[in-house]
């Protein structure tokens, strides 16, 4: 059981003949309960890779394979859309009901499920992301981060194995994406779903169990986080920047201050500089 | 005084039974220059607001006054309005629509009736206000350029209107390190030119390094208005509304509470080095 990429590829095509090659060759896997955060600057290929993983996109070379069912096979494509939730960049892109708990309620009902499940879940999803007190109203009169809590409680309601979500949080204040955070990492405890977590926001990769880096369409880099977030040369040739502890920790260093180079949090950085107190 | 706004209230579907309150009883003050940050929990109240400064929304109740004069008594202003001030809506690419970089800029311009002179002279040093070179991108198609570059002539299909205050609604979302830092210093740039700024944000990391003053909305009021030093002095009031303080400022508290002896409230990553290394007498080697 995983998501498995073996040399996908994928290009699109522009009129006059023109390629642009979005995906070398890549070769990945994604096993449940993992969770693996994709990191990258505007164009690396971040959001081309997760329409692949769920099957709206088909590899022009090479094969998707989720949980064993090949994403090229038409008869897959339910099978690969219930398995794998993809949570899109921008939530309009996702909205379609005019009241936000049918919004929410669309998918489980095109599962097929009996309506006391559908209530449970919607409702369940509801909560998960703080928006209950909204459940009766349009989302179009809601704020742009609601919309966005929106549409991430709209997949949280089909269940699926793997969650692919694409910069979920850019449009939440710090609490309500803390909120998230802690969702999914309990997601993948309690049902040990697989969740890839794209993002520009350095800070969200620190809990991960690896991250990807992705430049021009490659992954060029795959590793656990502080093997990742602390290599200054790979940060800086992927057009990243250092988390704001990591920055200190390097910047105290420099003057002679004996605390480690290869800090990525909060808590390190106070727990280094408490015992040198 | 550049803007105004006084006791202004802005409710959604006014009347009917899905009324919604987004903005009540919200004054403040816009003066020629200012950097200011609005800031505020998801849903409470910032983009409405924004767009009632800009006169694109007319309040519910109160007044919105424009270099001394009500824009709403006065329907004549409309005008006004447009080169007073400017609003980049969220994400403002979705609405650029013409064939090219070039015609898109030149619409509002146009609209007013310029000449095309003047039109090309304004897209250019707009253009160059966002760091793109006009001769390199005006016949370009905008649905051709990267994330960060359309969003950069977005924002200067507004420049070209010159604005006296330029309100930007989360600029940055959706932009990689490089897209932001380069289109906030831009940002930063055009406020030193004289431009004052109004910057929606729920990034408190961006807001300390940039904004003069913050203004924080919750629920539709806005419940402070100092600066940026003052506002993330309270991290339990910003937590309560969903907000947090800077990276900085959060070090800097916990380190004071094992009992470095550092200042409080440093806001940037530099001013908490400089409180640390200030300290070096209290560390081990």
Not at chain 2, 129 to 134: E, F, K, N, R
Request: aromatic share 4%; proline share 5%.
């Amino acid at each position: 059981m995983s998501i498995n990429l073996s040399a996908a590829s994928f290009s699109y095509l522009l009129p006059k003949g023109r390629v642009i090659k979005a995906i070398q060759p890549t070769t990945l896997s994604i096993q449940p309960g993992e969770f693996v955060a994709v990191i990258g600057a505007n164009g690396s290929g971040k959001s081309t890779l997760a329409k692949l993983l769920n099957g709206l996109l088909l590899p022009t070379n090479g094969e998707v394979l989720i949980d064993g069912h090949n994403t090229k096979d038409a008869d897959n494509k339910v099978f690969a859309r219930r398995r794998v939730g993809l949570v899109f960049q921008n939530p309009d892109n996702q909205l379609t009901a005019t009241i936000v708990e049918d919004d929410v309620a669309f998918g489980p009902e095109n599962l097929g499920l009996p309506p006391e499940e559908i209530r449970a879940r919607v409702d369940r999803a509801l909560k998960t992301v703080g928006m209950t007190e909204h459940k009766d109203e349009d989302p179009h009169n809601l704020s742009a981060g609601q919309r966005q809590k929106i549409a991430v409680a709209g997949i949280l309601a089909m269940e699926p194995k793997y969650l692919v979500m694409d910069e979920p949080t850019s449009m939440l204040d710090p609490v309500g994406r803390r909120a998230i955070l802690e969702t999914l990492s309990e997601l993948r405890q309690k049902s040990s779903i697989g969740i890839v977590y794209i993002t520009h926001i350095i800070e969200e990769t620190v809990e991960a169990d690896r991250i990807l880096v992705m430049t021009e369409g490659k992954i060029i880099a795959n590793g656990p986080p502080r093997e990742i977030l602390t290599d200054e040369s790979l940060m800086e040739s992927a057009s990243l920047y250092m988390t704001r502890p990591t920055d200190l920790a390097r910047r105290l260093a420099k003057q002679g201050i004996p605390v480690s180079k290869d800090i990525i949090t909060v808590e390190e950085v106070v727990k280094e500089l408490c015992s040198l107190k | 005084m550049l803007i105004e706004i006084e006791d202004v209230s802005y409710t959604y579907l006014a009347g009917s039974e899905a009324a919604n309150s987004a903005v009540s009883n919200a004054s403040l003050t816009i003066d020629r220059g200012e950097f200011i940050a609005l800031i505020g929990p998801t849903g409470s109240g910032k983009s409405t607001l924004a767009q009632v400064l800009a006169g694109l929304l007319k309040p519910s109740f109160g007044k919105v006054i424009y270099e001394g004069s009500d824009i709403w008594e006065e329907p004549k202003l409309l005008a006004k309005r447009r080169s007073l001030t400017g609003l980049v809506f969220q994400e403002p690419e979705k609405q650029l629509f013409e064939m090219t970089v070039e015609e898109d800029i030149a619409f509002w311009p146009k609209n007013l009736g310029l000449g095309p002179k003047e039109i090309t002279t304004r897209a250019m040093s707009a253009l160059s206000a966002v760091g793109l070179d006009y001769e390199q991108y005006k016949d370009r198609s905008p649905f051709t350029l990267s994330g960060g570059e359309m969003r950069r002539v977005a924002i200067a299909g507004i420049l070209v209107m010159n604005p006296k205050v330029l309100i930007v609604d989360e600029p940055t979302v959706g932009l990689d390190h490089r897209g932001r830092t380069g289109l906030m210093d831009k940002i930063q740039k055009l406020n030193q030119g004289g431009t004052a700024i109004v910057f929606v944000s729920h990034d408190m990391d961006t807001v300390a390094e940039y904004a003069q003053r913050v203004v924080l909305i919750n629920e539709g009021s806005i419940i402070q208005d100092s600066s940026p030093r003052e506002v993330f002095r309270n991290k339990e009031m910003l937590n309560k509304v969903g907000l947090d303080v800077p990276v900085a400022t959060e070090i800097g508290a916990r380190l004071r509470e094992v009992g470095y002896h550092i200042a409080p409230g440093p806001i940037s990553v530099s001013e908490l080095e400089t409180g640390i290394l200030a300290t070096r007498g209290e560390i081990k080697r």
